[in-house]
Each structure stands twice: as structure tokens, then as C-alpha cells.
């Protein structure tokens, strides 16, 4: 599935991320549970989304200055369209499955390329799903069915939680929470980006479950999901270390700084077609 890893994925995660983490810790004062304090105490008394803080979509920082300064409403493009049909779908499936409901259909779309998406995305979780719970039924015979389904799923999917002990507005959704193996995840769908951009994510959400629960999260997924040639599925386990956890906190109060001075950065050089704000832009 989607958020299952396979046994290559679980050798890298026991014999090298694991260690790893043992080997070289995440120094104390960059812990989300260290919030009130410097470097992750926010400087500048601004809430700003968690995308936002993320996204790398202009080179000026002018799409944050547009969404919270100017409170311009940005539009949609395809590729938006598609990651939330896609993010819906996953989260949806893995809910249903967890009630036993493995032949429900998924929500219809508009858009035939979009349905077409959202349908290999359902079948495939949901096939997933049925497996893994069928499988850990037949070596649990002596455990409750709830038992068998928080075992064999052991996900929250779209986790609400509450960012402004580090200086994110509003409710952050994780896309998913693997509570028996430790690992946030980060669905993204279309073309692979940056690698270490797309880690900011997780390693925002891995901040903010610190925050809240002040349990430690080490370890972080990207999962890239395309449907060029049908569905592709590829995951990027990492380890959410010191120096990402340095990057997320620069990034965040870089672009807070520039919200709380409401200084309008110019437009790049280079706008990116997939921006919100691009027609403000051209």
C-alpha cells in the first residue's frame, strides 16, 4: 500500500536508518517539545500554514506574502486538483478498510483524468489493505478483530493537530502517522521534487507530533505517487535530523520575518506553473 513498506524498505529502515539515529540523536533543544525555547520558539508573533512554511514554489518567498499579507485567494491548478482528489482517496480507502469495508467505490469526479487517478489509487490501497488484514487474521487467530485491524493498519491518516506552539496557523493535517513504527508520512503527487524540500514536510509534521505528544519522530516518508504509465508508487524513508530540523526552523521564520515586516518581495525570475498565485505574478 501506499504507506506499507516493502521488505527492501524494512531492511533500509532496521539495519541503516535505525542505527543511524541511535548513532547520531537530534540534539535536545531541536525537539518539538523544546517549543518555548530557542531556535524552535517562534521570534516573530506570525502563524503561518504549513505549506507555506514548506513550499519552495517561488523563489522570492512572494507566494506567502500574497497568501497571508495581501490575502490574495489563489487558483486552483490541475495539478492542485489532482493531489487533493489523490490525498482524499488514500485517506477514504484506509478509513473504510478499517471498518472491513474492503468494496466500497470511491467519490466520483468530474474530470475523466482525475476518476481515472483517483480509481487506481482506491483499488490499489484497498487491495493492500484486505491483504495485510486477511494475512495478520490468519497469524492472530487468538486476537480480537480490533486487535487484528490496529496491527495490520496502523495508520492515522489525515491527523489533525493543532501547530501554533511552533508557529504554524491553523489545524495541520499529517498525511499519515505509522503509531507502531514511528514514521510520519508526506504524499506527493505528480512530478519528483527536490528531495530535500519535499523532507521539510515531514520534518514540520515530525516537529509539531513532538509538540503536542512529546514523543520522539525520527523517521520520515515522502511518498511519490505519478500515473504516467499507469500507478507509480515510490518512497523516500529518511532521517529527520538536525540539519533538516535547522532548515524547517530558517525557512519558517525567514518567511515569517517577511509577513510580519509585510514587505513585499518582487516577483522571480521564474514562475512556476504550478503556483497558486501565478496570475498575480504575470
Not at 268 to 276: K, R, S, V
Request: hydrophobic share 40%.
Amino acid at each position: 500500500m501506499v504507506y506499507f513498506l516493502n521488505d527492501i524498505e524494512q531492511k533500509y529502515l532496521l539495519m541503516h536508518l535505525r542505527p543511524m539515529i541511535r548513532s547520531n540523536p537530534v540534539p535536545e533543544e531541536l525537539r518539538g517539545w523544546n517549543w518555548h525555547t530557542p531556535p524552535l520558539k517562534p521570534y516573530y508573533d506570525v502563524r503561518l500554514p504549513m505549506y507555506l512554511i514548506c513550499s519552495k514554489y517561488c523563489d522570492t518567498m512572494r507566494d506567502v506574502y500574497l497568501a497571508v499579507v495581501e490575502k490574495v485567494r489563489g487558483e486552483e491548478t490541475f495539478s492542485i486538483q489532482l493531489g487533493r482528489a489523490v490525498h482524499n482517496a488514500v485517506s477514504t480507502a484506509i478509513n473504510r478498510a478499517k471498518t472491513l469495508d474492503f468494496t466500497s467505490k470511491p467519490e466520483q469526479h468530474e474530470n475523466e483524468s482525475i476518476m481515472e487517478a483517483v480509481n487506481l489509487v482506491w483499488e490499489y490501497t484497498m487491495a493492500e489493505c484486505r491483504a495485510n488484514f486477511l494475512k495478520a487474521r490468519a497469524v492472530q487467530n487468538f486476537a480480537s478483530q480490533e486487535d487484528i485491524i490496529l496491527t495490520s493498519i496502523p495508520f492515522l491518516v489525515e491527523h489533525r493537530m493543532d501547530g501554533s506552539l511552533l508557529g504554524c496557523s491553523g489545524i495541520i493535517a499529517v498525511d499519515c502517522y505509522d503509531y507502531l513504527r514511528n514514521i510520519v508520512f508526506d504524499i506527493k503527487v505528480g512530478n519528483k521534487i527536490d528531495e530535500l524540500n519535499a523532507r521539510l514536510y515531514t520534518t514540520g509534521y515530525a516537529l509539531v507530533v513532538e509538540s503536542l505528544y512529546e514523543i520522539p519522530v525520527d523517521v520520515g516518508c515522502t511518498v511519490y505517487i505519478s500515473f504516467k504509465r499507469g500507478l507509480s508508487v515510490v518512497r523516500d524513508l529518511h532521517y529527520i535530523d538536525a540539519n533538516l530540523r535547522s532548515y524547517w526552523v530558517e525557512e519558517r521564520d525567514k518567511k515569517a520575518e517577511m509577513v510580519y515586516n509585510e514587505t513585499d518581495p518582487g516577483k522571480p525570475d521564474y514562475c512556476n506553473p504550478n503556483c497558486l498565485y501565478r496570475g498575480y505574478c504575470l
